[in-house]
Structure formats: C-alpha cells, structure tokens
C-alpha cells in the first residue's frame, strides 16, 4: 500500500489516521432494533454481566463465532446479517486499487466526522429525566 499512501501528503495521511483515533470510529455497533428488541449496543451496556465493557463484549462475539453461549447470545442471533463470518479470510481487505482507496478513506473521515458530530451533539444538550 505504500505507492497508494504516498500518493497523499503527509499531512493527510496524519489527518486519516487521527480521525480513527476518535470515540466515532470506537463504536461499531448497529443502531437499529431488530424486533423493536435491544440493539447489541444497548444489551451489551444493560446487561449486568457486560456492563458494556468491550472486551467482555468481545468476549460475547468470540463465542458466537464458536457457536457458544454467552450474556448476548440472544442479542447476536438477532443480528446475525451483521456479524457474518467472513469467506475464510480469503476476500482481500485491500485490492491495491487507488480510486478504491481513495473512495474507503473519503468515506471513513466522512463517517467518523458524523459520528463525532452526534456524540458532540448528544454530550453538549441537556439530559431530560
């Protein structure tokens, strides 16, 4: 990858790699309900056995990879189109290609940036109870 990195200066290169290292590109979970039930985020942070620590969440996801039981395991089955299992790791995570590149990391800094965007948003209005 490093002809396609350098097609960029060094200061975009810094921009794209410290917008990974925000709270936006943390969070992975889908936001929708499945069933009007928990989303994996919200079972994973109210569940008393998560407590939404993540590496008891990842935990929860080695184990429904090995078909185990877990805190989530209800959770995950909802949601199994989003945790699939990839070909074997066989599927080339970077084709080498630069417009594909270039597309992956307009829309990575756009995703984080929105995701930071509605974190700020949420953190700074005031909580109703």
């Known amino acids: 990858m490093r002809h396609v990195i350098e ?24 936001r929708n309900k499945i069933d009007g ?37 209800e959770t995950f089955s909802r949601y199994r189109a989003f945790l699939p299992l990839l070909d074997d790791f066989k599927t080339p995570l970077v084709t080498g290609e630069v417009n594909v590149f270039i597309k992956y990391r307009r829309q990575s800094i756009e995703f984080v940036e929105a995701r930071n965007r509605r974190i700020d948003i949420t953190l700074s209005s005031p909580i109703s109870g």
């Open 37 to 73: 039930k928990q989303t994996i985020d919200g079972a994973r942070g109210l569940n008393g056995k998560t407590l939404d620590w993540f590496d008891l969440t990842f935990e929860c996801i080695r184990r429904h990879y090995l078909l185990q039981d877990s805190p989530l395991v």
């Open 7 to 30: 097609l960029f200066s060094e200061e975009k290169n810094e921009a794209f790699q410290s917008t990974g290292y925000t709270i936006g590109e943390m969070m992975v979970f889908l």
